[in-house]
Every structure is written in structure tokens, then in C-alpha cells.
């Protein structure tokens, strides 16, 4: 069966600091990639998709990254993080564009 | 643009009881439709779907109706069990456009079953 991993699953970090967020999918190949994120009191915006090694679209412009590294790896960055950058990051994945899209258990990140 | 919008930011409803969750979207190319339950501190998990070609689809205690000519879709739970106390995510997908791959959430609905 498929699993999704993601860490950590919190991080309190100063304004100004750097972030790495990773997520790794098992049991499947290929499979299409998401970064999403939750701020306090808004429904699930989405960041950044992948459906390949190497190919990320961005939808949000900010100043977030995100790479695809290996064919089950996708990692969130940022090289100075903003005040505004907190809230809930939630990695997911999905096979094809009419299956649900599965999530991990999400990183809560609080910029101070 | 809000292309996908859950007008109610809460619903409270007794145990044993229909719960009724309604979502509206505004994108006709929208072809895939689907309910997501989520609890604090957790990431979401899919509930239903629906494709476009249905106007109804049943899991169990959970419902999915679609009305394309509205552009409205619902989820209906019945029994409703304090259990299913979680925010509730409508989301939709479509194929065209170059964008196959994005779901796009409403900003989700805080159901409360009372026990």
C-alpha cells in the first residue's frame, strides 16, 4: 500500500531563517505531487505541483521553492521566511488527475 | 477568484440526524468533484467522490449529489455520529487548460454533531 511521509511536524522558526520541508511517497511510482498550505482561518491553498522529476509548477507567487529531487521526494524551501509563512504545509500526492489526492500529516510552522 | 466556495463556515446538528454540506463552484470545466474530512492537527482524508457524468454517488453513510446546471454539489451524512466532528473540504479538479493536475478547495466547512 501506498504511505506518505512528511517532517517535521512542527518547527518554530525566526523571521528571517531558512526552510527545508520534505515529504517522501511508498509503494508507488510516478505519482503526481503537492504542496499545500493551510493558514489560520482559510481553507487549503495550493503552492506548488509536480507530475515529474524536475518539473515543478509554481501557482502563488512568494517566496517559497519547491524541488523534485528524486521520482518520490518533494521538498518545500525558502531562503528567508516571512511572518506570513505560517500555517499548516500539507504534502499529498495522487496517481492520475480523477483520483483523490492523499495527504500527509502536515507540518504546523509558526514564524516568530 | 474563489473558484470553489463552501458558503457556510460552520453546521451544527444532533446525533442520529441528516448533516448537509453544500459547496458551489464557479468553473464549468470543473469534471471531478470530491469531499475531504479533516480533524486539528491532522492532514485530510478523502472521503467521496463524484465524476461529472453522475449526479450521485453513495459510500455508506455518505452521499455525494451533484447538480451541474446550479453548479452545486452536497454531502449529505445520515446518521451523523459525533465522530464525524471534523472540517469538511469540497474540492474540485479538471482536465483542460493545461492544469490536469490541481485540486482546488473551498475554504471548508466546521461540522459539529452533538452528542
Known amino acids: 500500500s501506498q504511505t506518505i511521509h512528511q517532517w517535521p511536524a512542527t518547527l518554530v522558526q525566526p523571521v528571517g531563517s531558512p526552510l527545508s520541508l520534505e515529504c517522501t511517497v511508498e509503494g508507488t511510482s510516478n505519482p503526481n505531487l503537492y504542496w499545500y498550505r493551510q493558514a489560520a482561518g482559510r481553507g487549503l491553498q495550493l503552492l506548488f505541483y509536480s507530475v515529474g522529476i524536475g518539473q515543478i509548477s509554481s501557482e502563488v507567487p512568494q517566496n517559497l521553492s519547491a524541488s523534485r529531487p528524486q521520482d518520490r521526494q518533494f521538498i518545500l524551501s525558502s531562503k528567508k521566511l516571512l511572518l506570513s509563512d505560517s500555517g499548516f504545509y500539507h504534502c499529498?500526492?495522487?496517481?492520475?488527475?480523477?483520483?483523490?489526492?492523499?495527504f500527509g500529516n502536515g507540518t504546523r510552522l509558526t514564524v516568530t | 477568484d474563489q473558484q470553489v466556495k463552501q458558503n457556510s463556515p460552520s453546521l451544527s446538528v444532533q446525533e442520529g440526524r441528516i448533516s448537509i454540506l453544500n459547496c458551489d463552484y464557479t468553473?464549468?470545466?470543473?469534471?471531478?468533484f470530491l469531499w475531504y474530512k479533516k480533524y486539528p492537527a491532522e492532514g485530510p482524508t478523502f472521503l467521496i467522490s463524484?465524476?461529472?457524468?453522475?449526479d450521485k454517488n453513495e459510500d455508506g453513510r455518505f452521499t455525494v449529489f451533484l447538480n451541474k446546471s446550479a453548479k452545486h454539489l452536497s454531502l449529505h451524512i445520515v446518521p451523523s455520529q459525533p465522530g464525524d466532528s471534523a472540517v469538511y473540504f469540497c474540492?474540485?479538479?479538471?482536465?483542460?487548460?493545461?492544469?490536469?493536475?490541481?485540486?482546488?478547495f473551498g475554504k471548508g466547512t466546521l461540522l459539529t454533531v452533538n452528542p
Open positions: 499529498a500526492w495522487r496517481k492520475s488527475y480523477n483520483s483523490p489526492l492523499h
Open positions: 474540492a474540485a479538479s479538471r482536465r483542460s487548460g493545461g492544469s490536469n493536475y490541481k485540486l482546488t
Open positions: 468553473n464549468s470545466m470543473f469534471d471531478y
Open positions: 463524484i465524476s461529472s457524468i453522475k
